[in-house]
């Protein structure tokens, strides 16, 4: 089912200090996964969004975790680098697979997850198909557990594309001669373009360096969901949990009131985020998951 590749170490700065983040690979269910580790203490396995994007979109803010705590990310099949085949499934039962199968390999028997975006709409899926092999969930900007929901998501996302002008200035872009002349700057211009609509202050997508996205893991997830509700499954389950929500977040607050509703979570609202509080307010993200995972 698995087999782990050697590692190898690398320098990681986060918040001004420098630590060590040993990255390798492990095979897991018939596919290369890309993993990184940093920190010591106890284990969070940590889950990136997208879906399609990978760890990278986390970096540095998550880091902040790292101290007492031993970080272990990995890029989801399909994303970043853990590429698969043409043949290779990418739905979200594969996705809750591969965890299942990369903690069997890590021997964690119960662990605390984190997940941001569509990776914790993937420790929920994960959840309820293991819920005794989960501590804790810190869901961070959880995406939407109903397909309603998830639709009342992309219509605000619009709103908010169109009050920043961003198609606009897409355009103009890709109009500009900066393709030919700097197919870097172009690159990470129209990056930090559509990151924009997600932070409370869009001047703070300037310089974040570019995620990958892979639209094709991303339509199959989301093809594999269906018209989902994971209503009823997330009343069932009894996991300590801990939903944080960015106030300017395109995400309803309503979506992460009702995830938190259904665990019997605290839910904490960051008034100076959007859809990344690692990013926007890293030093109170880091307290507050810090905090949670602590309490006994």
């Known amino acids: 089912m698995y087999q782990r590749n050697d590692s190898s170490s690398v320098d990681s700065t986060t918040a001004g200090t420098t630590s060590k983040a040993s990255v390798g690979s492990e095979r897991v269910n018939g596919v290369e996964l890309f993993t990184r580790f940093v920190g010591k203490g106890s284990d969070i396995v940590v889950l990136h969004g997208g879906p399609g994007a990978s760890h990278v979109s986390l970096l540095p803010g998550f880091d902040s975790l790292a101290d007492g705590h031993l970080l272990r990310y990995y890029d989801q099949r399909g994303c970043g680098q853990s ?130 996205i892979s639209q094709r893991t991303r339509a199959a997830i989301w093809r594999s969901l269906g018209n989902y509700d994971l209503s009823s499954d997330l009343a069932a389950l009894e996991i300590p949990s801990l939903v944080i929500h960015g106030k300017y977040d395109p995400i309803p607050l309503s979506a992460s009131e009702r995830s938190a509703d259904l665990l019997g979570a605290k839910l904490i609202v960051f008034d100076n985020s959007g859809h990344m509080p690692f990013l926007e307010e890293t030093t109170r993200f880091a307290e507050t998951v810090g905090d949670f995972v602590k309490v006994s």
Do not use: C
Not at 118 to 140: E, H, Q, S, V
Not at 149 to 169: F, G, H, P, T, V
């Open 83 to 212: 590429t698969v085949a043409a043949d290779q499934p990418l739905s979200h039962h594969d996705h809750v697979r591969d965890l299942t199968a990369l903690l069997d390999l890590w021997q964690l028997e119960r662990v605390t997850i984190a997940g941001h975006s569509w990776g914790a709409l993937l420790a929920l899926l994960f959840a309820i198909d293991n819920p005794t092999r989960i501590g804790k969930l810190a869901l961070i900007s959880p995406a939407a557990i109903t397909y309603s929901d998830r639709k009342s998501y992309q219509i605000r996302l619009a709103e908010r594309q169109r009050e920043l002008n961003i198609m606009r200035r897409l355009r103009g872009l890709v109009g500009s001669d900066l393709r030919k002349s700097d197919p870097i700057e172009f690159k990470q211009r129209t990056f930090e373009l559509t990151l924009e609509p997600f932070l409370k202050d869009p001047q703070r997508a300037h310089g974040i360096r570019p995620v990958q």
